[in-house]
């Protein structure tokens, strides 16, 4: 069963797996994959693609945990943002057949079933939701959407810009500027 994971403890079992300790990988796994499952299910809205992407993520993982760096974020900070590549790269490939729902048609920000049975790992998802919720509300309508539909509808710059009817390079800022704010506001 899952667990949560301090910040710090999620860094040392990456250290431990970039240095090939298969247990330190395997613990790794069962305290971020929920969270990456969630996301990936998020954007992707099909269970098979969400599993077929999980797994390529912790190849990449296991391959690549020696270029995680703890001055630029926290660890699941990182280990999501190697989910959203993947996600992004299946769609990539099969975008014609994926249909994104209108931001008022979404389900809830939830993470995956691995926390129904442990109150602890709900808990804690419940508050960082929330956090993350009180934190949305604090940007500009046009940040919230943008980051909105880049990071959890998986849309690229050109589609956002094209979305939402603006250059691409304000497009951009929003962007920038909404993922700025979140992470300081997520940080305070």
Known sequence: MARAEPADNLESLLRATAGGDALAFRRLYDASSPHLFGLLMRILQRRDWA?????DCYIKIWQKADTYAPEKGQP???LMT???Y???DLLRVRRPEVEMPEEEDAPPMTFADGAADDPQLRAVEREGIRRLNDCMTGLAPE???SVLLAYYEGYTHQELAASLNAPLGTVKSWVRRGLQRLRECLEA
Do not use: N, P, Y
Not at 51 to 55: D, G, Y
């Open 143 to 145: 940040q919230r959407r």
């Open 82 to 84: 190697v989910a959203r």
């Open 51 to 55: 599993e077929e992407a999980l797994q």
């Open 86 to 88: 993947r996600a992004l």
């Open 76 to 78: 699941l900070t990182w």
